[in-house]
Each structure stands twice: as structure tokens, then as C-alpha cells.
């Protein structure tokens, strides 16, 4: 124990506060998108990931490192959307062994209505609190994290 470097006063009040905002705010999220358009924020966040991709398709590999997935999570919530006809799932014509995720119509009609809602919740929840300087600070210290956490930038947070 002697060689464990204890985190100061306030590196624990920080990391508690950290530790708050991870808990408490996916529930958040999930709370406005269920209530408002019958979807969890991981359903919501992969049909928003699809909906940025050129021709609203990605492989799944890829969209399972868009959204910071596994394939076998990926694949259990697309199979959901999938039921729902939300998204659509092809062989991709390059490599036969892969397969593509599509947004559908229905699903980009989704996206498209249930952004404005998923915005509100998150301008008010995390961005209208902070400052200008502080959502630039935000966007700095999570950058430093995320090369930490994600020094490939699989989750491709760093592109933005």
C-alpha cells in the first residue's frame, strides 16, 4: 500500500464528480428517447451513426467502432431495429464475408424526428450549464481522455 500514489483532495472530489456525471447521465438520455421515441440512447446513437455515413450504410465492424461496441451487442440491437425496420442488413458487394448495416427510409424519418428532442436533453443537460470557455475545456480534457482510452480513435470522438 505504501507504493500507491492516493489521489489528492482534489483529484477525489474531481474524479467523484466524473464518476456522477458518467452514471447519472446515460440514464439521462435513455429516459427522454424512450419517453419521447421508444428507443435507447445505444439504439438511437447507432441509427445516428448510420445516418451520418455515406449512403446511410456502414459494415458492421465499423459501425461496431462507431459506436464503441462489440459485433455480438451491435448485432442484438440491430436485429431489434431490424424488427422495427429501422435498419436493413446486406452482404457487402466488396467483401462477401462482411455485412453492411443500412438506415431505411423509416429509420432516417426516425433520426430525423427524434433529434430535435435528443438535442434539447443534451444542450440542457450538459452544454447550457457550462460556459463558452467551459464547453472548450470539455471538449480539450475529454480529448486528452479519449486518446488515453482510445488511442487507435476506434470510437472516432477525436475527428471532431
Known amino acids: ?21 458518467v452514471e447519472i447521465l446515460p440514464g439521462v438520455l435513455d429516459t427522454q428517447l424512450q419517453r419521447d421515441a421508444d428507443l435507447t440512447h445505444f ?11 455515406p449512403e446511410r450504410t456502414l459494415r458492421m465492424t465499423s459501425l461496431a467502432s462507431a459506436t464503441n461496441s462489440t459485433l455480438p ?4 440491437v440491430v436485429s431489434r431495429l431490424e424488427k422495427r425496420d429501422y435498419i436493413e442488413r446486406t452482404p457487402c ?3 462477401r464475408r462482411a ?9 432516417w424519418r426516425k ?12 444542450r440542457e443537460n450538459v452544454i447550457e450549464p457550462l460556459t463558452e470557455t467551459d464547453v472548450a475545456d470539455l471538449g480539450r480534457i475529454m480529448g486528452r481522455m479519449l486518446r488515453t482510452l482510445d488511442p487507435e480513435n476506434r470510437f472516432r470522438a477525436n475527428d471532431v
Open 1 to 21: 500500500m505504501e507504493d500507491t500514489h492516493w489521489l489528492t483532495p482534489e483529484q477525489l472530489s474531481a474524479w467523484k464528480k466524473f464518476v456522477a456525471v
Open 111 to 122: 433520426v430525423v424526428a427524434t433529434a430535435p428532442g435528443h438535442v434539447d436533453t443534451v
Open 99 to 107: 455485412t453492411n448495416a443500412t438506415l431505411t427510409e423509416e429509420g
Open 93 to 95: 458487394a466488396e467483401d
Open 43 to 53: 439504439e438511437y446513437f447507432t441509427m445516428a451513426m448510420l445516418s451520418e455515413a
Open 73 to 76: 451487442r451491435l448485432s442484438h
